[in-house]
């Protein structure tokens, strides 16, 4: 079998460093998916049984297998609130008001980030890489954060004003759809997009990496060649 290709493999083990609890992506999309398709065929109450029923089956299956606690507890968590939100509107599309308040808090935090100069994206690398976080505010470095978390902004305002639209209409299927589509597949690829151009744009700043940073070297800097 041929070896991956070096920058695959880069990529791939960037990605499970930055992104937690990738192991839940199950508690996410299958919950979700489970309400909308019980609540098409028999009513609410029925779609609210199976959905919160999976989430404990799921919690369960993850203490036995001994997961971290922290996120079985979140996913029952995010079943329950959202059914909770389901029923006190009487409306199946509820369920996903809290997955639509999440991604509204994410734009607004991604947008006042950069105007305050202190970007989200750094802040979200310093917290899973622990590098200095002087680093990511050297002029040299920062305007390649700033980028990418503006690139972040427009996905999730995006995504928000497209689940606002179908939210009004009671498009209950639709919103699944789009929550599917728009979830974890498509925050994948923006994390991929955001390590690819990351780095790119870090090369054209010719700013210094993190060891340089660290070991006070004096310009010019070989610049950063791994992890973003």
């Not at 509107?89 to 509204?104: K, T």
């Not at 974890?184 to 054209?204: A, D, K, Q």
């Amino acid at each position: 079998m041929k070896s991956r290709h070096p920058r695959v493999s880069e990529i791939l083990e960037e990605f499970r460093l930055v992104v937690v609890g990738q192991r839940s992506l199950g508690d996410a999309l299958v919950p979700p998916l489970v309400f909308v398709l019980i609540n098409l065929v028999f009513g609410i109450w029925p779609a609210i049984a199976c959905a919160v029923g999976l989430s404990l089956v799921i919690t369960v299956l993850r203490l036995l297998r001994r997961r971290p606690l922290r996120y079985a507890l979140g996913g029952l968590t995010g079943v329950a609130v959202a059914s909770l939100l389901a029923v006190g509107l009487s409306r199946g599309e509820g369920y996903f008001l809290p997955g639509m308040a999440s991604g509204a808090v994410t734009s607004t935090l991604c947008l006042i980030s950069v105007i305050v100069r202190r970007p989200l994206v750094a802040w979200s690398s310093h917290i899973a890489r622990r590098w200095p976080r002087d680093w990511y505010w050297h002029p040299r470095v920062r305007p390649a954060y700033s980028e990418v978390t503006l690139a972040w902004f427009a996905f999730f305002s995006m995504r928000l004003v497209t689940q606002y639209l179908l939210f009004k209409r009671g498009a209950t299927l639709a919103l699944s759809t789009v929550n599917l589509f728009l979830g974890w597949p498509s925050i994948t690829l923006l994390l991929v997009g955001s390590y690819i151009y990351g780095l790119w744009r870090l090369r054209h700043l010719k700013g210094p990496s993190v060891k340089e940073f660290r070991d006070k070297k004096s310009p010019p800097w070989t610049g950063q060649k791994r992890g973003f």
